[in-house]
């Protein structure tokens, strides 16, 4: 065997592993995720520490009880790695709906679905809500503190 075939093989076999780990490096998702996004230029509380393999692993939470489509359909069909949009993607105010003033009209839900704050609380607390009523406890956070802990 020449030494140029041994060192053709040599590379692409080197080549393959390197494909094999960006594939594999794709697919992965971190365990924890901070909830943080370039939209905030502040925070009033701590950022959130999202434990995604503690909500799947733990919790037994499918995909679709945090990511959906357009039309709040959930994403049911995702496997791990899958890219998904950033919620800001959808609902690009990003703080909060104002407050309703007393002249003032009051937003609609969908209204206020366009606040990437207001989006994610309402996700996050109905959630946590509706598992703490099945497993008549309170064990899933549904205050500030627990989810944003004092920085």
């Not at 905030?40 to 393999?53: D, I, N």
């Not at 959808?90 to 407050?99: D, E, I, L, W």
């Not at 969908?110 to 990437?116: L, Q």
């Amino acid at each position: 065997m020449s030494k140029r075939y041994l060192l053709i093989i040599a590379i692409v076999g080197i080549a393959s592993m390197f494909l094999a780990t960006a594939i594999y490096a794709g697919t992965t998702v971190a365990d924890v995720v901070k909830m943080e996004n370039k939209a905030y230029t502040e925070h009033k509380k701590s950022v959130v520490m999202f434990s995604h393999k503690k909500h799947v692993e733990e919790y037994k939470a499918g995909c679709g009880e945090c990511h959906h489509d357009a039309e709040n359909k959930p994403l049911n069909d995702l496997k791990m790695g899958d890219e998904v949009q950033n919620c800001i993607e959808c609902h690009t105010k990003a703080s909060r709906p104002p407050r309703a003033k007393k002249d003032a009209p009051t937003l609609s839900k969908k209204e206020k679905m366009a606040y990437h704050a207001y989006a994610i609380h309402v996700n996050c607390k109905d959630c946590h809500k509706k598992a703490n009523k099945a497993s008549g406890t309170k064990a899933a956070p549904t205050t500030c503190a627990k989810c944003h802990p004092k920085k």
